[in-house]
């Protein structure tokens, strides 16, 4: 089935490590993104992507970073920079910037 | 992009319609109107969009204002599995600045049996 699949589903980290999150899409689209929702909160858009090897900042990218080597993969960094970084990380893609985002099942990272 | 304005919850009960109101009074010419909904422990999923005439699907209708500054969303008969989340965002079809979609707090529904 085609969709988007974000692992780990849940994360633990200790404060000053960096963690990858994996979010990868067999949905052929172009636009790849990754989304941070806070308890109570909307999502707030950390990175997007328009193309392989091209990647833009959103609204709150400090303390993130991201690639996009293959256009079914868009994984998320978030370092130790990151002040606050326990949050629900969600992914998307979309065909373009007109298609619909899907989302995936995100990932609950808590820094303990 | 444009901003929406939402209320923060609506409750309805189960079996009954539900209008799901935003109000969005800055919308340009290129602004396609969008709605999400995002069950709790979940990511968000489409629901519907417009550009001025009303529509509808297998989920959900979507009622436009003649002016475009505001539209409801009609769920027709609201069932458990209908509570969640319901974001109303603006999209620009005109260009790259359509990629930098932020949801705002959205509206908590409630369906009480």
């Known amino acids: 089935d085609g969709g988007i699949t974000q692992s780990p589903k849940y994360l633990f980290r200790k404060e000053g490590q960096n963690v990858t999150l994996s979010c990868e899409q067999n949905?052929?689209?172009?636009?790849m993104y990754w989304y941070r929702q806070d308890p109570g909160q909307g999502l707030r858009l950390i990175y997007y992507?328009?193309?392989?090897?091209?990647?833009q900042k959103g609204d709150i990218a400090e303390g993130y970073s991201v690639s996009r080597e293959k256009k079914e993969s868009f994984p998320l960094t978030v370092t130790s920079a990151q002040k606050n970084p326990t949050a629900f990380y969600l992914c998307?893609?979309?065909?373009?910037?007109?298609?619909?985002?899907?989302f995936g099942e995100g990932s609950r990272l808590t820094v303990l | 992009d444009a901003k929406t304005t939402q209320p923060n919850s609506m409750e309805s009960n189960e079996e009954e319609p539900v209008h799901l109101p935003c109000n969005h009074s800055t919308i340009s010419g290129t602004d396609y109107i969008h709605w999400y909904r995002q069950l709790p422990s979940q990511g968000p999923e489409y629901v519907i969009h417009g550009l001025t005439s009303n529509v509808n699907n297998r989920m959900a209708s979507l009622a436009i204002a003649e002016d475009r500054k505001s539209s409801t969303l009609i769920l027709h008969r609201a069932t458990l599995r209908d509570a969640a989340v319901y974001y109303c965002i603006l999209r620009d079809y005109s260009g790259a600045g359509s990629y930098q979609l932020t949801f705002g707090k959205g509206t908590k529904l409630s369906v009480i049996p």
């Open positions: 998307a893609s979309s065909i373009a910037y007109t298609g619909e985002l899907f």
């Open positions: 949905l052929n689209h172009d636009a």
């Open positions: 992507s328009q193309i392989v090897n091209d990647f």
